[in-house]
């Protein structure tokens, strides 16, 4: 206990990679609702009415409390856009990460067609939240000026490990599960996702990538590839934050990977925002309190590309 005593007293959670993580996850957030309309995202169904959704604690979402009608609906628009624009350009952390965790609440509860990454940014947010609130800048993407409280040091350094341990679960699962079906044993299920016709490549590049993935053993390879890249993510969370950063560009790809198949760009904006978080952030020296100098603190988005 002693040792994650001392990692949270020296624990620096205002890095880049956080920074990049709230920004893309935001962006994320933001292209689901600039780009489809109220009745494609509020749609109702039998069985997920506008009662329903509304009913319980769902009833506190922003498009249950706005009203049920159109206009309403163009008010929680309005408001959950301005508030992501804010989260993406890194203004005020400490003043927008709360209504930053509602609007992913809210759109989590309210969405009746949901991909997956819209429950993981409801939690992602919250945990976003002990990590913001002792951050006194104005822009998240400035060098910190003033070390962070004791008390946020260490509530921003518990709740890093907790989305780690939901992450590193995430990911175990979806690769374990995998392989309780013949299909991914033996290595033919790329091949049967990219033909789906539902959820598989655009028709005009199907083709293509049957003729690439025919032979069993490129098939086989891209298949085991996608389990050992998420067994790889989930067992870098119990890693200290620099095999975390190398985990990253696997992770980039997959879902990059994912996007381009499935389509689902916003769900694959979301996980690699997260990943990013979750590999930022790391227990320096430098004494209690202190501000550790270090390249995943205090760069602008021009600095990326020279770190």
């Known amino acids: 206990m002693k040792r994650f005593f001392r990692a949270a007293e020296v624990f620096e959670p205002r890095g880049i990679l956080l920074a990049s993580g709230r920004s893309l996850l935001a962006f994320a957030e933001l292209t689901v609702l600039l780009f489809n309309p109220d009745h494609l995202i509020f749609a109702t169904t039998p069985f997920a009415s506008t009662r329903n959704l509304c009913s319980g604690i769902g009833g506190l979402s922003l498009w249950c409390v706005s009203g049920s009608g159109p206009q309403s609906h163009s008010v929680g628009r309005i408001i959950a856009i301005a508030i992501l624009v804010g989260v993406t350009a890194g203004l005020w952390p400490r003043w927008l990460c709360i209504p930053h965790w509602y609007v992913a609440f809210s759109l989590a509860t309210r969405m009746s067609v949901i991909n997956g990454g819209e429950e993981v940014a409801q939690i992602f947010t919250l ?181």
């Open 127 to 307: 945990l976003l939240i002990p990590c913001c609130l002792g951050d006194t800048r104005t822009w998240h993407w400035s060098r910190p000026d003033r070390p962070m409280a004791p008390a946020w040091r260490g509530s921003a350094y518990a709740a890093h490990l907790v989305l780690r341990c939901q992450i590193m679960i995430i990911y175990l699962d979806a690769a374990l599960s995998k392989l309780m079906f013949p299909s991914w044993r033996n290595g033919t299920a790329m091949r049967v996702i990219i033909n789906d016709p539902e959820c598989g490549l655009p028709l005009g590049i199907r083709t293509f990538a049957d003729h690439l993935l025919s032979p069993l053993w490129t098939s086989a390879a891209v298949t085991w590839a996608v389990v050992l890249t998420e067994l790889t993510i989930g067992l870098s969370m119990v890693c200290r934050a620099g095999i975390r950063r190398r985990s990253l560009a696997p992770a980039i790809l997959l879902h990059t990977g994912i996007i381009l198949a499935m389509g689902l760009f916003s769900f694959g904006l979301i996980m690699i925002s997260v990943l990013m978080a979750a590999s930022g952030g790391e227990s320096r020296g430098g004494g209690r309190g202190s501000v550790p100098a270090s390249r995943d603190t205090g760069l602008t988005p021009a600095a990326i590309g020279s770190t």
